[in-house]
């Protein structure tokens, strides 16, 4: 098996953080074209996404309709618990990211947030203090959500 690694810089206080994050996606593509299992990939990929964004946990989520969440990659046990959590209440922030397409957050799960009242009092609860969540796409087709 051969592998294709992007030289990434270690994350310092000198380099913006869009330029670690270009780096970090540069290292991603180099890893889809060698012979690397994708679980591998998506391990690789969060734990780089954690080391340069101001976030403590990742989890990389499959959705599709008619099915459950499938998580396929989490950082830590709170990024599984978030997935759980969104799972048991059916609702959340990488519902939403996957439904509407669009970026979702709760920065302060303590005030809680309308639109997910059953996951922010069990999410506060689990210890979550706030989330945020991108969709995830390719080719138009919604795939599911990338979450802190």
């Given at each position: 098996?051969?592998?294709?690694r992007?030289?990434?810089?270690?994350?310092?206080?000198?380099v913006?953080?869009?330029?670690?994050l270009?780096?970090v996606?540069?290292?991603?593509?180099?890893?889809?074209?060698?012979d690397?299992p994708s679980?591998?990939?998506l391990d690789r990929?969060?734990a780089?996404?954690?080391?340069?964004l101001?976030?403590t946990?990742?989890?990389?989520?499959?959705?599709?309709?008619?099915?459950?969440p499938?998580?396929l990659a989490?950082?830590?046990d709170?990024?599984?618990?978030f997935?759980q959590?969104?799972?048991s209440?059916?609702e959340?922030?990488?519902?939403?990211?996957?439904?509407?397409?669009e970026?979702a957050?709760v920065?302060?799960?303590h005030r809680?947030d309308?639109r997910?009242?059953g996951?922010?009092?069990a999410a506060?609860?689990?210890g979550?203090?706030?989330?945020?969540?991108?969709?995830?796409?390719?080719?138009?087709?919604?795939?599911?959500a990338?979450?802190?």
């Amino acid at each position: 098996m051969s592998a294709a690694r992007a030289v990434v810089p270690p994350p310092a206080l000198d380099v913006p953080r869009e330029q670690l994050l270009s780096a970090v996606l540069s290292e991603f593509a180099c890893t889809l074209v060698a012979d690397v299992p994708s679980q591998a990939i998506l391990d690789r990929l969060i734990a780089r996404i954690v080391e340069i964004l101001p976030v403590t946990d990742a989890g990389v989520t499959l959705l599709s309709p008619g099915t459950g969440p499938h998580l396929l990659a989490a950082s830590s046990d709170a990024a599984v618990r978030f997935q759980q959590l969104q799972t048991s209440t059916g609702e959340g922030p990488g519902v939403t990211a996957y439904q509407t397409g669009e970026a979702a957050t709760v920065p302060d799960l303590h005030r809680g947030d309308e639109r997910f009242p059953g996951f922010c009092s069990a999410a506060t609860e689990a210890g979550l203090a706030a989330v945020f969540t991108l969709p995830l796409r390719h080719a138009g087709r919604r795939l599911g959500a990338l979450g802190d």
